[in-house]
């Protein structure tokens, strides 16, 4: 049974920081292109970043490019997303997916397996 479980979020003031964390069982995370997408009230859910199994490249949503950093650590299944000067408009509830292809998808079809969310709320 695979298994995606996200951690992390809360409430932060604007240009905060905060670190998710998703931890994934049931599939060999080191041959799993993981991703990161939010969705904010009423609004779609849309891609955030990627980082991939072959190389760990990443890709980024010009919106959070250079606020935000994706990560992974294949010895503890997990991967991270490092979010730094928070802004209102970044609040959303935030999930974790995984893929077996090797290339950096941004589509949520392209995505086997998701995690259940994380909140993340940003104060003014």
């Known amino acids: 049974q695979v298994q995606l479980v996200e951690s992390g979020g809360g409430l932060v003031q604007a240009g905060g920081s905060l670190r998710l964390s998703c931890v994934v069982s049931?599939?060999?995370?080191?041959?799993?292109?993981m991703g990161w997408f939010r969705q904010a009230p009423g609004k779609e859910r849309v891609f955030v970043a990627v980082?991939?199994?072959?190389?760990?490249?990443?890709y980024y949503a010009d919106s959070v490019k250079g606020r935000f950093t994706i990560s992974r650590d294949n010895a503890k299944n997990t991967v991270y997303l490092q979010m730094n000067n928070l802004k209102p408009e970044d609040t959303a509830v935030y999930y974790c997916?995984?893929?077996?292809?090797?290339?950096?998808?941004?589509?949520?079809?392209?995505?086997?397996?998701w995690g259940q969310g994380t909140q993340v709320t940003v104060s003014s």
């Open positions: 997916a995984a893929r077996m292809g090797s290339n950096g998808a941004t589509e949520i079809s392209q995505y086997d397996d």
């Open positions: 049931g599939r060999t995370f080191s041959r799993s292109t």
């Open positions: 980082i991939t199994w072959y190389g760990s490249r990443t």
